[in-house]
């Protein structure tokens, strides 16, 4: 089932939060897109050049920040072994000295620091004791697998966790100084709400090694969507020769496959299921199934589907952030149309937005406070987020109370390239096991 061009009840919830938490190596936020760029600072400045809202700061003369700094830390892993997010740093580099261009954060210049935590739980906790001796304001758009461990240092230090894709740490999900802007794990939803919505008949999973917490996820949205998912293959997670996994997966009949698989796996995959001769459509995660992870198979995937939390970097809310890349030469190799690249510029820009409808001292407390009632409204990269209405408070399922944004977005391959497939967020609240919609604001596309 391809296009013209070839070829979910919310059972029992519990066991959502008890097998998430046990994705520390697995896929998830290999979605951040560390390396291997799909979109390289030149193809992503090359896009449509369309004005910004102004929350994104696209535009607009150059103004010098001065007076005393705000002082910020981003933290992510990048010098380890295993899963790399060169891009968060990056992105966190070239925001500082975008916005201290243009005009600062109330007037003031961003004193954004990084601070890499080397994928270990003694890495990021050093790094929390860092940004609370520093006087960090808050951490901002940050990544890690090992959350649990900076969470009651910050907790002690009275400072906020604030805008981060993708919290994955119960901690993360739970913990009173955590504010995640992303609405991680739920683009599985969306995955399956997507191929149901396509016409999908016959679905099967393909899920890596590691992440199979997506599976209730993924069970629930389709048995809510009145249909169910045929079989879960599992992937190994060391790339290698699929084709007994392909075989299996495109049994039956499948005539979809919804599939939560990171970057390296789906290169591996591809020879394999170009081989098989499937019609089957593929359903993947944001900055995991993209254009690098399809190269020379771009007829294969024609027509195949992207969900993720943030629109296309080629879209107009930002034009800042594509601006900044070019100007401030950002690393061309690292994939800024990702979770961890637009995530953080879009933590940067809620933190500005926090800051600015403060009165009075900004630090750690005072920051930790407003954050608790803050309203972020950056039409185009995320939907109106009111993070006094937590999912915790409007009907969501234990362990996931932090949440705030439950709501989805689409791209789609076309010619080889992802194009944007969604003209508005989607809700994903109900199927995923929550009691009650949220508003996802108008359209943006």
Same mark, same amino acid.
């Given at each position: 089932?391809?296009?013209?061009?070839?070829?979910?009840?919310?059972?029992?919830?519990?066991?959502?939060?008890?097998?998430?938490?046990?994705?520390?190596?697995?896929?998830?936020?290999?979605?951040?897109?560390?390396?291997?760029?799909?979109?390289?600072?030149?193809?992503?400045?090359?896009?449509?050049?369309?004005?910004?809202?102004?929350?994104?700061?696209?535009?607009?003369?150059?103004?010098?920040?001065?007076?005393?700094?705000?002082?910020?830390?981003?933290?992510?892993?990048?010098?380890?072994?295993?899963?790399?997010?060169?891009?968060?740093?990056?992105?966190?580099?070239?925001?500082?000295?975008?916005?201290?261009?243009?005009?600062?954060?109330?007037?003031?210049?961003?004193?954004?620091?990084?601070?890499?935590?080397?994928?270990?739980?003694?890495?990021?906790?050093?790094?929390?004791?860092?940004?609370?001796?520093?006087?960090?304001?808050?951490?901002?758009?940050?990544?890690?697998?090992?959350?649990?461990?900076?969470?009651?240092?910050?907790?002690?230090?009275?400072?906020?966790?604030?805008?981060?894709?993708?919290?994955?740490?119960?901690?993360?999900?739970?913990?009173?100084?955590?504010?995640?802007?992303?609405?991680?794990?739920?683009?599985?939803?969306?995955?399956?709400?997507?191929?149901?919505?396509?016409?999908?008949?016959?679905?099967?999973?393909?899920?890596?090694?590691?992440?199979?917490?997506?599976?209730?996820?993924?069970?629930?949205?389709?048995? +809510? $969507?009145?249909? @169910? #998912?045929?079989?879960?293959?599992? =992937? !190994?997670?060391?790339?290698?020769?699929?084709?007994?996994?392909?075989?299996?997966?495109?049994?039956?009949?499948?005539?979809?496959?919804?599939?939560?698989?990171?970057?390296?796996?789906?290169?591996?995959?591809?020879?394999?299921?170009?081989?098989?001769?499937?019609?089957?459509?593929?359903?993947?995660?944001?900055?995991?199934?993209?254009?690098?992870?399809?190269?020379?198979?771009?007829?294969?995937?024609?027509?195949?589907?992207?969900?993720?939390?943030?629109?296309?970097?080629?879209?107009?809310?930002?034009?800042?952030?594509?601006?900044?890349?070019?100007?401030?030469?950002?690393?061309?190799?690292?994939?800024?149309?990702?979770?961890?690249?637009?995530?953080?510029?879009?933590?940067?820009?809620?933190?500005?937005?926090?800051?600015?409808?403060?009165?009075?001292?900004?630090?750690?407390?005072?920051?930790?406070?407003? +954050? $608790?009632?803050? @309203? #972020?409204?950056?039409?185009?990269? =995320? !939907?109106?987020?009111?993070?006094?209405?937590?999912?915790?408070?409007?009907?969501?399922?234990?362990?996931?109370?932090?949440?705030?944004?439950?709501?989805?977005?689409?791209?789609?391959?076309?010619?080889?390239?992802?194009?944007?497939?969604?003209?508005?967020?989607?809700?994903?609240?109900?199927?995923?096991?929550?009691?009650?919609?949220?508003?996802?604001?108008?359209?943006?596309?």
């Amino acid at each position: 089932m391809k296009s013209t061009t070839r070829r979910l009840t919310r059972g029992s919830r519990l066991p959502l939060l008890v097998v998430f938490a046990l994705l520390a190596c697995a896929l998830v936020l290999a979605a951040c897109g560390g390396g291997g760029s799909s979109s390289s600072t030149e193809e992503t400045t090359t896009s449509e050049e369309a004005p910004a809202n102004e929350s994104s700061g696209g535009g607009g003369a150059e103004e010098t920040a001065e007076g005393e700094p705000i002082v910020t830390m981003t933290y992510t892993d990048v010098n380890t072994e295993g899963p790399q997010y060169k891009n968060i740093e990056e992105t966190e580099r070239v925001y500082q000295e975008w916005i201290n261009t243009h005009g600062g954060i109330a007037g003031r210049p961003l004193d954004a620091h990084f601070c890499d935590a080397h994928g270990t739980p003694t890495g990021v906790a050093a790094c929390g004791r860092e940004a609370v001796a520093g006087g960090a304001v808050a951490v901002v758009g940050n990544f890690t697998f090992t959350g649990d461990a900076i969470i009651p240092i910050l907790e002690k230090g009275k400072t906020a966790q604030w805008g981060n894709c993708c919290a994955i740490a119960p901690t993360e999900l739970t913990s009173k100084i955590s504010f995640p802007m992303g609405n991680q794990p739920l683009y599985s939803v969306g995955l399956v709400k997507k191929a149901v919505e396509d016409g999908c008949k016959h679905i099967n999973g393909v899920i890596i090694e590691g992440a199979e917490a997506f599976e209730p996820l993924m069970e629930n949205a389709a048995k +809510a $969507e009145g249909t @169910k #998912i045929e079989k879960f293959v599992n =992937l !190994p997670g060391t790339a290698q020769d699929y084709s007994a996994q392909v075989a299996e997966a495109t049994s039956g009949g499948a005539d979809c496959l919804v599939m939560i698989v990171s970057e390296t796996p789906y290169i591996a995959w591809m020879p394999a299921f170009a081989q098989s001769g499937s019609e089957a459509k593929m359903y993947g995660p944001q900055g995991n199934f993209n254009e690098n992870a399809v190269k020379g198979f771009e007829e294969v995937v024609e027509g195949d589907i992207d969900a993720g939390m943030y629109p296309d970097i080629s879209t107009p809310a930002w034009a800042g952030y594509r601006e900044a890349l070019e100007k401030y030469e950002a690393q061309p190799d690292q994939d800024y149309n990702s979770l961890g690249g637009m995530g953080t510029w879009a933590a940067y820009e809620g933190f500005k937005q926090v800051v600015e409808s403060m009165s009075g001292k900004v630090d750690n407390k005072t920051f930790l406070k407003a +954050a $608790e009632t803050a @309203k #972020i409204d950056l039409p185009g990269m =995320l !939907p109106p987020l009111n993070m006094a209405e937590n999912w915790g408070k409007t009907g969501g399922p234990e362990g996931f109370e932090r949440l705030v944004n439950r709501c989805v977005v689409f791209s789609e391959f076309k010619e080889g390239k992802l194009v944007p497939a969604s003209t508005e967020f989607e809700d994903v609240s109900e199927i995923a096991g929550g009691t009650k919609p949220m508003d996802c604001g108008p359209p943006f596309g």
